[in-house]
């Protein structure tokens, strides 16, 4: 059975994709939804979500199987990969990502204008590029 990778950076339909295929009857092989194929990039994640005491994504334990055991293994496999406009994908993943990002901070109490001068100044904006 062929395995269908779902890779692309998140905020874009990932997840919408993920899920349909889960669903299709025709789909044979395993279905793996990641967003990283890079271990330091991947253990930069954790570290960051147990220092702050979150729970880490099953996305990020999902990349790390795929690239030990299924890139490695496989000799076929079939890859989607998405896009999204890198200015609303940046405010998608703000918003998502706020207490992560700013722990402690209340995103429903803050002005609007805080929330624009934050994202502009502090928000890593050149993501969608790297």
């Known amino acids: 059975m062929i395995p269908v990778i779902i890779y692309q950076m998140g905020k874009v339909g990932s997840t919408s994709i993920y899920n349909s295929l889960k669903k299709d009857k025709y789909i044979s092989g395993n279905i793996y939804h990641i967003h990283r194929l890079n271990h330091n990039s991947i253990e930069k994640i954790k570290i960051n979500y147990v220092k702050k005491k979150l729970k880490v994504p099953g ?3 999902t990349s790390e199987y795929v690239l030990d055991n299924i890139i490695k293994e496989c000799k076929n496999a079939k890859i989607i990969t998405t ?5 609303s994908r940046n405010i ?4 998502q990502n706020f207490e992560l990002m700013f722990q402690g901070c ?3 109490a803050a002005e609007v204008q805080s929330l624009v001068d934050n ?3 502090q928000y890593p904006n050149h993501t969608p590029l790297t």
Do not use: G, M, N, W
């Not at 998608?92 to 918003?95: H, I, Q, R």
């Open 59 to 61: 996305h990020i334990k």
């Open 83 to 87: 896009i999204r406009e890198p200015i």
């Open 92 to 95: 998608s993943a703000y918003f």
């Open 106 to 108: 209340d995103v429903t």
């Open 119 to 121: 994202f502009l100044e």
